[in-house]
């Protein structure tokens, strides 16, 4: 009878679970609603549902250990989700709460970390004992990999490479410093800049993409019009990917990865970002680390978190 492994991913908007075995195949897998607005402890009477379905689904006691990410911050070591405002979850202790539930060792993980674990292992990175994830959506989250170990640092708070100040005096950023690469290049920021340049009258054919609602302008509609060489949308891409890839440069040159893993709804861009880094990356971090780094989108997507959790938690049962 194989050992498997339960990786749970609570987002703002829905709760993924997934049980797989020590390949990371996948055996059972089941996705609903988080309703966070409903309060904490619905939430989590929704967690332990979904994983008493999913262990529904497997012999009895082939289930070793269940895993799961959240929003930071949240503390591994005590198992606890100290703030996590999307959830409205304050001090919670899942995993106190997971254990006595269950029987089985729990883990916490914070949710980009659990990501970029699952690239690496089971994704985009494989392979890798280095490797940077970065996750650019609405804004900009990453885990490090270092000698085949996530880093943590001292309070579990380490990878957070969309606070990485490129700009000092730049856009005010969530976090509330200025010049950050979440407040430059993330999904967020290009929308929020297209929408100030076309209110500033500039002509583009973002403009007609969103029937001349601005307001509604996303970084989806710039991609769109650069693709079809509109002169803001390029100009728009150019200046936010430069900073990510000053952003990126710095960390090679920091860390040496073997591999970049870059996922995320702002990475679906492809060649957009992709290339745009590359160029910039040939100016700004040292040639023989540049040379050896393979910069690759994220193949995981949505299961990004629950593999990772999956080979987390075996990897915890097992050292
Ligand atoms: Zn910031």
Redesign the pocket.
């Known amino acids: 009878m194989g050992e498997y492994y339960l990786g749970i991913d609570l987002g703002g908007t829905k709760i993924a679970g997934l049980i797989g075995d020590e390949q990371g195949k996948i055996i059972a897998e089941k996705t609903i609603p988080t309703l966070a607005e409903e309060g904490v402890e619905p939430v989590i009477n929704r967690i332990k549902n979904i994983i008493l379905e999913l262990m529904g689904e497997v012999t009895p006691g082939q289930v070793k250990g269940i895993g799961l990410c959240a929003p930071g911050p949240l503390n591994i070591k005590t198992g606890e989700v100290m703030h996590a405002p999307n959830l409205k979850w304050k001090n919670v202790q899942i995993v106190g709460i997971l254990e006595k539930e269950f029987g089985l060792p729990v883990i916490l993980e914070n949710d980009a970390n659990a990501a970029g674990y699952g690239e690496c292992i089971y994704g985009a990175g494989k392979g890798a004992v280095n490797m940077l994830y970065m996750t650019v959506s609405t804004g900009i989250g990453g885990g490090i990999i270092a000698n085949g170990e996530l880093v943590y640092g001292r309070d579990y708070c380490a990878g ?1 490479v ?2 990485m ?1 490129v700009l000092p005096g730049g856009p005010l ?5 200025h010049g ?4 430059l290049a993330s999904g967020t920021a290009i929308a929020r800049t297209a929408r100030k340049r076309l209110e500033d009258g500039e002509q583009s054919i973002i403009s007609d993409l969103v029937k001349g609602d601005i307001n509604t302008v996303t970084s989806r509609e710039v991609a769109e019009a650069a693709r079809q060489g509109d002169q803001l949308a390029v100009s728009l891409l150019d200046e936010a990917f430069f900073y990510l890839g000053i952003a990126i440069g710095n960390l090679i040159n920091i860390l040496n990865p073997e591999t970049i893993v870059i996922g995320g709804g702002v990475a679906k861009m492809g060649d957009l970002l992709f290339d745009r880094v590359s160029r910039v990356l040939q100016d700004h971090a040292f040639p023989h680390m540049v040379k050896g780094v393979s910069i690759v989108p994220a193949v995981l997507a949505g299961r990004a978190g629950t593999m990772g959790m999956v080979a987390l938690v075996r990897k915890r049962l097992n050292s």
């Open positions: 957070e969309g606070h100040i950023c969530g976090c509330g410093q950050c690469i979440e407040a």
